[in-house]
């Protein structure tokens, strides 16, 4: 028996039974997290230099990119330096650290989808009140609140996740620190506050959730009346991206949340927590520039200019539609 006192460390999943396995993980994820970092370092150095990506749409994709850098970035490090080491350790600071970063990422990215499905709504619904209604200090407002409410949530989260004793063991059944692998480690009884906090948690995801479908019934109602075919089209496919993140976003973290525990196993738990934390971060860029014509432009403006020559970006500010 043991308690959260006398816990220096805390040891992960390894990721291989074999060297060679372990090896072969840490040059898959480390694809992974290149491509994700290029991705949306790429999509955020395209929003900031280039004047027409000034608007409100893409100022919240552009702290979507910063989120999801942070995100895998708190995560996937760490695994590979364990995997490449031959190491399953983290320290009693890295685990709460790694904890409170990740759920503040994850957080905070879901409160901006959920701004962003308002400034679809607006845009579309309301486009004659869109310059007001999403001006450059309404999205300044509600971007911070985004930022705070994750710092807050996530510093709650934490707090209360740690403060529980630990009494079986310093083993998280994971490949980073999450709530679930640490309250298993909790004494018997002593998880109700916790517990609290997750009900208090699906109840505020579901709200943001209700949310976004309620918007988007709005827009699709709006879209179907619209009497040009071409604006049809138009109002779809920029919705579009954001509905797909949405989605990916939603099943990943839905088909975590729903896994039944009677069948768990650290081999599912390891798959569930690879896909609603690093598909996202890794998929997301190429969603938003897959069938975005300025998004394209943007990018090969950086990869021809920005990125070949020392180009200093213009300051970044948000022009109405």
């Keep these: 028996m043991s308690n959260s006192s006398s816990i220096s460390e805390f040891l992960l999943l390894p990721l291989g039974d074999t060297r060679q396995l372990q090896l072969l993980h840490f040059w898959l994820l480390l694809s992974i997290y290149l491509a994700a970092f290029l991705g949306n370092g790429l999509i955020s150095t395209a929003v900031a230099c280039d004047q027409r990506l000034h608007t409100p749409m893409y100022f919240f994709l552009l702290n979507l990119a910063l989120l999801d850098l942070g995100s895998i970035s708190t995560t996937l490090p760490k695994a590979m330096a364990n995997a490449l080491w031959d190491t399953r350790a983290i320290s009693y600071a890295g685990c709460v650290a790694q904890l409170f970063f990740f759920v503040f990422f ?71 620190c999450e709530i679930p692998q640490i309250l298993k ?47 049809r089209h138009k109002a779809f496919f920029t919705c579009l991206p954001h509905l797909a993140v949405v989605s990916v976003f939603l099943s990943t973290a839905f088909f975590a949340l729903l896994k039944p525990y009677s069948i768990s196993s650290p081999l599912q738990d390891l798959t569930v927590a690879l896909l609603y934390s690093v598909v996202p971060p890794a998929v997301n860029p190429l969603i938003y520039s897959m069938r975005n014509r300025d998004v394209k432009d943007a990018l090969r403006k950086v990869m021809t200019k920005c990125v070949s020559k020392a180009v200093n970006c213009p300051s970044f500010g948000i022009h109405g539609l």
């Excluded at 999403?134 to 209360?160: E, I, K, P």
């Excluded at 009884?189 to 709005?218: A, W």
Aim: net charge neutral.
């Design 106 to 176: 994850i957080s905070a990215e879901y409160f901006h989808l959920t701004i962003m499905s308002y400034d679809r709504y607006v845009a579309i619904c309301k486009p004659l009140h869109y310059g007001t209604l999403m001006d450059s200090r309404a999205c300044a407002t509600m971007a911070a609140a985004a930022w705070g409410t994750g710092v807050l949530y996530s510093l709650l989260h934490t707090a209360s996740t740690f403060s529980l004793p630990l009494c079986q063991g310093n083993v998280v059944n994971q490949f980073f």
């Design 185 to 231: 480690l909790s004494c018997s009884g002593s998880s109700h506050r916790e517990v609290g906090f997750l009900i208090f948690s699906v109840i505020l995801c579901f709200g943001c959730f209700l949310f976004i479908v309620v918007s988007y019934v709005q827009i699709f109602m709006a879209v179907l009346r619209m009497p040009s075919e071409h604006g």
